[in-house]
C-alpha cells in the first residue's frame, strides 16, 4: 500500500475548469457583453422607427425613460432575489424576457406597446441581467483587493458590447430594416440563459463575519441611505445616468440632423464603448490606490468640460468622434 502524495491529493480536489474563476468571469463578461450591446444601440432605431410609425421622437423617449427608470427600480429588487433564488435563475429569466421585449418592440403597433416592451420589458430584464448582476456574483468570487478590477473588467465587457452592437445595429438596419434588426437582436439574447449556468449560487445564508446579521430588503435600504457617503454617491449616480441614456438616446439622431451620414451615429457610440474599455479598466486599476470620492470628482469634472466643448464647437465629424472618444474613456469608469 501506498501513501497519496500531496500531489495526488491536490489533483483530486482540481476544481473542474467551467467552475474556475477565470472560466466564471469570462462567461459573466460574456452576459455583460450580450445585455448591455441591444440597450447602448436604441438610439440607432429612433429615427427609422418613428419616421414608419408617424410617432414623435419624445414618444421614443419616453419609452426609453421608463426603461431606464424601471431598470433603476428593478435592480435592488433583482439582486434580492438573486440572493434568495440564485444568480442563475436571476439572469436567465431577464435574457428570455430581453429577448421577447425586443421581439414585441418590432411588432408594436401603439405607442402603448412600444412603452410596454422598449420600456417595461426592457426595463424590468435589464435590472435582472446586466452587469450589475454580474458584479455581485463578480464580487463572491474575488478577494476584497481583487473586485475593484474585478469590476472594472466586468464593466469593460459591458463597453465592449456597445463597441460590437452599435456598429453591427446599424448594420443590420441598413440591410434588413430597423424590424427584421430588432429581431436579430432579440434572438441573439438566447446566449443568456445558456452561460448563466455558470454563475450559479448565492450568498451564504449565514453571515460571513461575526456581527453581522441578516437583513431583509427594506431594512438594507433603510440602512444604506442613513449613510451620507452613499446618498451622495446615490445622487452622482443619478447625473452618470442622465448622461449615459441622453447621450445613447438622442446623439445618433442629432448626427443626422446636422446633416451627416446615419453611420456616424452608429460609429460614435461604438467608439464611446471602445474607449469605455480603456476608461473602465483603468479606473478599476486606480480605485484600489487612491481615494475614490477624488476620482469620480475628477470624472465628472471632466465630463462637464467635454459637454460643454461639444455644445460651443462647430458641429463635425471631428467633434463628434473627438467628443465620444473622451466621453467613452469617462463613461462607466464611474461604476468600479
Known amino acids: 500500500m501506498t501513501t497519496p502524495t500531496p500531489q495526488s491529493d491536490t489533483r483530486s480536489i482540481a476544481v473542474p475548469f467551467w467552475r474556475s474563476v477565470p ?10 457583453l450580450v445585455s448591455f450591446g441591444p440597450r447602448s444601440a436604441m438610439g440607432l432605431f429612433l429615427a427609422p422607427m418613428t419616421e414608419a410609425k ?12 421608463i426603461q431606464n427608470l424601471l431598470w433603476g427600480f428593478g435592480q435592488p429588487i433583482a439582486g434580492a432575489m438573486a440572493d434568495r433564488y440564485g444568480t442563475a435563475r436571476v439572469l436567465a429569466v431577464g435574457g428570455i424576457i430581453y429577448g421577447l421585449s425586443l421581439v414585441v418592440m418590432s411588432w408594436a403597433p401603439t405607442p402603448l406597446w412600444l412603452h410596454l416592451s422598449a420600456g417595461v420589458g426592457i426595463g424590468v430584464a435589464l435590472a435582472a441581467c446586466s452587469f450589475s448582476i454580474v458584479l455581485a456574483a463578480f464580487g463572491r468570487i474575488v478577494s476584497p483587493a481583487q473586485r475593484s478590477i474585478a469590476f472594472g473588467i466586468g464593466t469593460a465587457a459591458g463597453s465592449f458590447g456597445q463597441f460590437l452592437f452599435a456598429p453591427l445595429g446599424q448594420a443590420l438596419i441598413s440591410n434588413y430594416g430597423w424590424q427584421q434588426a430588432l429581431v436579430i437582436l432579440g434572438a441573439l439574447l438566447a446566449i443568456i440563459p445558456l452561460l448563466a449556468v455558470v454563475l450559479k449560487g448565492k450568498p451564504p445564508a449565514t453571515p460571513a463575519h461575526p456581527g453581522e446579521k441578516d437583513q431583509t430588503l427594506v431594512e438594507a435600504i433603510l440602512e444604506a441611505f442613513g449613510y451620507r457617503s ?14 449615459v441614456a441622453f447621450i445613447t438616446v438622442h446623439l445618433p439622431p442629432y448626427i443626422v440632423d446636422i446633416g451627416l451620414d ?11 464603448g471602445l474607449f469605455n474599455i480603456a476608461g473602465s479598466l ?18 465628472y469634472f471632466l465630463r462637464a468640460v467635454a459637454i460643454a466643448l461639444f455644445i460651443l464647437l462647430p458641429p463635425s465629424v471631428t467633434t463628434v468622434l473627438a467628443f465620444s472618444a473622451v466621453m467613452g474613456f469617462l463613461w462607466l469608469s464611474t461604476v468600479p
Do not use: D, N, T
Not at 410617432?55 to 426609453?64: D, Q, V, Y
Not at 446615419?262 to 464611446?272: Q, S, V
Not at 483603468?282 to 470624472?299: D, N
Open 23 to 32: 472560466f466564471i468571469l469570462a462567461c459573466g463578461c460574456v452576459i455583460a
Open 54 to 65: 408617424g410617432w414623435s421622437r419624445e414618444m421614443f423617449a419616453l419609452s426609453i425613460a
Open 230 to 243: 452613499y446618498v451622495l454617491l446615490v445622487a452622482g449616480f443619478f447625473v452618470c445616468g442622465f448622461h
Open 262 to 272: 446615419p453611420k456616424w451615429g452608429g460609429w460614435a457610440i461604438a467608439l464611446i
Open 282 to 299: 483603468v479606473s478599476g486599476a486606480l480605485g484600489g490606490r487612491y481615494p475614490k470620492q477624488i476620482m469620480l470628482s475628477v470624472i
